[in-house]
């Protein structure tokens, strides 16, 4: 069955940087897109951006552009995004989810989310 | 960006209940509207793709239209698991935009 599984919870301090990773199985990697999107507490969901596992092209959100990259190790079929800078506005839940059909954009599966704690 | 403006942000119902959730977007985005569910600790559900289609395993009475830039979720005979959190996401152009949420409260 397909299944996304994303790293364990990370506390960082402003300034630093984390790297999230979602390994992914049960289905071909390179198929369907990855998106990573996150929650905020208390707060909505946020599109954060793509990766095209089989080209690696990746596109971002204009408000994380440079402190966003997103890659993917095809020998492991795991996708990875790491956040640079960080600022306690990061502390969030970051999902990894599977685009089914790439016309309509809709995320069938989602790694279980990785909790991320920015401190001063 | 395309901005997609949900209602009402909460909403207080009973098991049985019929809901209503909207969603209007900034601009035309033809049919590319989601919906999902969010439980407490949970990652989202997807509901409903394409503006109307059911995703598979999904019960049917949640269902969904499209009037132009405006989108409707319904839950018909509100059960006690359907006490979450309703998003919309636009997937018409990046960035992906989700509407604010909906809470459906007991």
């Known amino acids: 069955q397909v299944q996304l599984v994303q790293s364990g919870a990370e506390v960082k301090k402003t300034g630093a940087s984390v790297k999230v990773s979602c390994k992914t199985s049960?289905?071909?990697?390179?198929?369907?897109?990855l998106h990573w999107v996150r929650r905020a507490p208390g707060q909505g969901l946020e599109w954060m951006g793509w990766?095209?596992?089989?080209?690696?092209?990746?596109d971002s959100a204009q408000k994380f552009e440079g402190r966003v990259t997103m890659t993917r190790d095809m020998s492991t079929n795991t996708a990875y995004m790491e956040l640079r800078r960080l600022r306690t506005d990061d502390t969030a839940v970051y999902f990894c989810?599977?685009?089914?059909?790439?016309?309509?954009?809709?995320?069938?599966?989602w790694g279980q989310g990785t909790l991320v704690t920015v401190s001063s | 960006d395309i901005q997609m403006t949900q209602s009402p942000s909460s909403l207080s119902a009973s098991v049985g209940d019929r809901v209503t959730i909207t969603c209007r977007a900034s601009q035309t985005i033809s049919n590319n509207l989601n919906w999902y569910q969010v439980q407490p600790g949970k990652a989202p559900k997807l509901l409903i793709y394409a503006a109307s289609v059911l995703q598979t395993g999904v019960p049917s009475r949640f269902s969904a239209y499209r009037s132009g830039t405006d989108f409707t979720l319904f839950i018909s005979r509100l059960q006690p698991e359907d006490f979450a959190t309703y998003f919309c996401q636009q997937s018409h152009g990046t960035p992906f935009t989700f509407g604010q949420g909906t809470t459906v409260e007991i």
């Open positions: 990766i095209n596992p089989n080209s690696g092209a990746t």
């Open positions: 989810a599977r685009v089914n059909d790439y016309t309509w954009g809709n995320y069938d599966y």
């Open positions: 049960g289905y071909y990697f390179t198929t369907f897109y």
